[in-house]
């Protein structure tokens, strides 16, 4: 079996590639099942610039190195390439490449749309070959999907969520998992999920964070087109679906990019900024636009072929900034004399456009902890172009003050209201992600304080904060019934826990709330604007009570929210009303059915001539202990 010549690069492709805008580069590089003047066969592409040779082995050629040598392209571009008959789908393989400094090194493709299940490292020919049937998701994603629309993020961890009780260290398969997640999904009410990384990656314990196979679905779950199903079904349930993306860094195994040619050629050669400390992996080089060409046209890759709705942009501060967990003398400057990585912030600015300006109804999210500026704000405004911001300050603040006992929470009554201040500078999604129950950090329901029905009371209502908040929601799985361990990425979640009540009631409290949310347009139609929020009462520290208004576009939709975080049963108490208006109750965390105390308001609630909070009408209603109560208007 010779290697034919064969190209499916035009001068324009490379051009693009080289310039750092070409933005499609899977459709070129990799392996590329086709026939080639009646023959069948393969055709590889792999960018190698600084290979003294390049080949391909496998099973094929009984791995030789030297029995399949690809052709170096005639221009500059350095990519090597050509057409090897009668090998085709299912065969593994990798580039024999011979490197700048004369060692022999064996590479997996950068491209590969499959790879062998870990701990084998070999690539496999494959197609992306399936016959979508959600071309009426994509229609109406622009608009289920939008700004001014509820979004509720359940977060999940594939090989984790749920196992095989009669087997439970066997990891489902993409559609083992869609038989079960998307009922659930469907029942609980969330809008969204996001999956934690599902591309291919060998070391288990990273949790898909130390990605080799950037352009492969995790053989770990079977093939790209059972995952294409999973999304599929996800999609038929008008369910979106998010992918968390690692732009950031890369793992040094010796099959994947690191060191790929011989040389340092996706990683920065300077280890000041292509070394990260914390995760020991290697971060990419966005200086280099081939580099840039590869990532973005990944980030297209996983919208246009696996019908993603949008990507969860993972450690953006660590690419913003060269100084991100270093000391100042041990960081590299940018040509400045400044921390700010400018290769990083045009790469994503450039990504932003590209998928903004391809893909209509999707979003990109930033898993940003910096202070830097308009990270949600338009290119062309000078921001970075993203979609949506973690608001990682609200969450540690938050986290923070329910921590506290009760009876200390008036001397932290600031740690709830200040995040207002700042809530709408940005576009900004909620988050109690997995990063907050692992590293014994311990779980949601067991950094509450007090006694268990203390504690659950806690979780609901912190909870129900949530999601009257401004800003999207995302939760992590287990969050909703109140997981009691530590998330164990080994391990299913404990669904166990449901058989016992106050875990039921915190399921049902989740599953209400998500139906309130969605219902109610006053709490996402001004997500990002203030003119959907107000204090009601801000002040009262002492009773550790916070009354806010949230509002729609139309007054008939406006919502009080009270929340009472002390276990003390305030009975008649006295609130401003927006206008004058009959109110009823709409919803509250105490009630019975959630494993609360029960205490409610029957019937409505007339107003009063009678000022309070700078309002001319009031109510006077009873308060149930740490709980959270939702208003609205009634007849």
């Known amino acids: 079996m010779e290697v034919l010549a064969h190209s499916l ?43 003294q040779a390049v080949g391909v082995m496998g099973d094929f050629n009984q791995w030789n190195r030297t029995a399949h040598p690809l052709n170096p392209r005639w221009d500059s ?48 020919i494959w197609d992306m070959d399936y016959k979508w049937t959600d071309k009426s998701w994509i229609s109406k994603r622009p608009k289920v999907n939008a700004l001014n629309k509820p979004m509720s993020v359940y977060e999940l961890h594939l090989g984790s969520w749920q196992r095989d009780p009669s087997e439970p260290k066997r990891i489902l398969t993409y559609k083992e998992i869609a038989a079960s997640l998307v009922p659930y999904i469907l029942d609980m009410g969330f809008t969204h999920v996001e999956l934690m990384p599902i591309m291919e990656y060998p070391y288990y314990p990273s949790w898909g964070y130390q990605i080799t196979g950037y352009f492969a679905a995790s053989s770990r779950h079977g093939t790209p087109q059972e995952l294409m199903y999973l999304i599929e079904e996800l999609h038929k349930n008008d369910i979106a679906v998010i992918l968390d993306w690692v732009p950031s860094h890369f793992p040094g195994d010796a099959h994947g990019l690191y060191h790929f040619d011989g040389t340092h050629l996706y990683e920065h050669a300077d280890m000041r900024k292509g070394f990260h400390p914390d995760w020991k992996s290697y971060i990419f080089n966005y200086d280099r636009n081939e580099v840039r060409s590869f990532l973005i046209s990944n980030a297209m890759y996983w919208i246009d072929k696996f019908h993603a709705d949008g990507l969860r942009v993972d450690a953006v501060a660590s690419m913003l900034y060269f100084d991100f967990s270093r000391k ?35 979003h990109t999210i930033a898993e940003e902890s910096s202070t830097y500026p308009g990270v949600t704000h338009p290119v062309f405004a000078g921001g970075l172009g993203f979609g949506m911001k973690w608001m990682m300050g609200w969450m540690n603040d938050t986290l923070k003050y329910f921590k506290n006992d009760p009876i200390n929470r008036k001397f932290h009554h600031h740690q709830l209201t200040f995040s207002v201040t700042y809530a709408f500078s940005e576009n900004f999604m909620l988050p109690f992600s997995h990063d907050e129950v692992v590293h014994g950090k311990s779980s949601m329901i067991y950094k509450m304080p007090g006694d268990e029905w203390q504690k659950f009371a806690n979780l609901r209502v912190l909870y129900a904060y949530m999601f009257t908040q401004p800003g999207t929601k995302l939760l992590f799985m287990g969050n909703e019934f109140a997981q009691t361990h530590e998330w164990d990425f080994k391990n299913s979640l404990d669904w166990h826990l449901l058989k016992h009540p106050p875990h039921l009631g915190m399921q049902k409290t989740v599953r209400v709330i998500n139906k309130l949310y969605k219902s109610e347009p006053a709490l996402y139609e001004h997500s990002f604007s203030a003119e959907g929020f107000e204090w009601l009462n801000a002040d009262d520290a002492q009773n550790s009570i916070y009354i806010y208004i949230r509002k729609g576009t139309k007054a008939k939709d406006t919502l009080i929210v009270i929340l009472n975080l002390t276990p003390v049963y305030r009975e008649g108490y006295r609130i401003g009303l927006p206008f004058k208006a009959k109110w009823k109750e709409l919803f509250n965390t105490d009630a019975e059915e959630f494993f609360g ?30 709980a959270a109560l939702v208003l609205k208007q009634g007849k």
Request: proline residues 5%.
């Open 77 to 124: 571009s350095g990519i090597w390439e050509g057409f090897i008959p009668n090998i085709g789908k299912g065969e593994v393989y990798k580039y024999a490449i011979k490197g700048a400094d004369g060692a022999d090194i064996e590479k997996g493709d950068p491209y590969a749309i499959r790879w062998e299940r870990p701990p084998r490292t070999a690539s496999i």
């Open 597 to 626: 105390s029960g205490k409610s308001n029957a019937g409505l609630l007339l107003p009063e001539a009678e000022g309070c909070h700078g309002r001319e009408f009031s109510v006077v209603l009873n308060i149930p202990p740490l």
């Open 328 to 362: 100042a003398e041990e960081a590299a400057t940018n040509e400045y004399g400044g921390s700010e990585n400018l290769g990083a912030i045009q790469f994503l600015k450039d990504m932003n456009e590209a998928i903004y300006g391809s893909f209509e109804g999707v």
């Open 9 to 51: 690069f035009s001068d324009f492709d490379i051009s693009l590639f080289i310039s750092g805008k070409h933005f499609r580069l899977y459709e070129k590089f990799g392996a590329h099942l086709l026939t080639l003047d009646g023959t069948a066969g393969t055709y590889f592409a792999v960018w190698a610039p600084n290979a």
